[in-house]
């Protein structure tokens, strides 16, 4: 038996509209996308709401070394100077991707096609 006592009928009220404003984070799975597809884009991409975690600025990184340019402005939006697909250039230095999983499979997946030469490195578990 319950030693709560017995049950409280609770009644509910009409209210009026909910009104506001509400900020969720970015996602890092689409984060990840929006980098590389910019990368990929011919012209400049424009991103707002990227989820500014270390796995994603790791993506960020890498799309430069691939020859983009990515920027990030002082509101917290990005760009990226794409360079076509098939534009990658081929890097100076080793694609350091950290731990994110995600962020190196999208990334060799894209550059596998490109004709260039890469080498990757990260965190292992």
């Given at each position: ?68 340019k ?11 100077q794409?360079?076509g ?41």
């Amino acid at each position: 038996m319950s030693s709560h006592g017995d049950p409280v009928p609770m009644i509910s009220h009409k209210s009026g509209p909910l009104a506001g404003v509400a900020e969720v984070p970015g996602d890092k799975s689409i984060s990840h996308r929006s980098l590389i597809l910019g990368a990929m884009a011919v012209g400049e991409t424009k991103i707002t709401g990227l989820l500014e975690g270390q796995d994603v600025l790791d993506t960020a990184k890498a799309m430069q070394a691939f020859g983009a340019k990515v920027t990030r402005h002082e509101d917290g939006s990005w760009a990226v100077q794409g360079v076509g697909v098939g534009g990658f250039a081929e890097p100076d230095n080793v694609i350091d991707c950290g731990n994110s999983g995600t962020g190196v499979r999208l990334i060799m997946g894209v550059m596998a096609s490109s004709g260039i030469a890469a080498t990757f490195t990260g965190e292992t578990m």
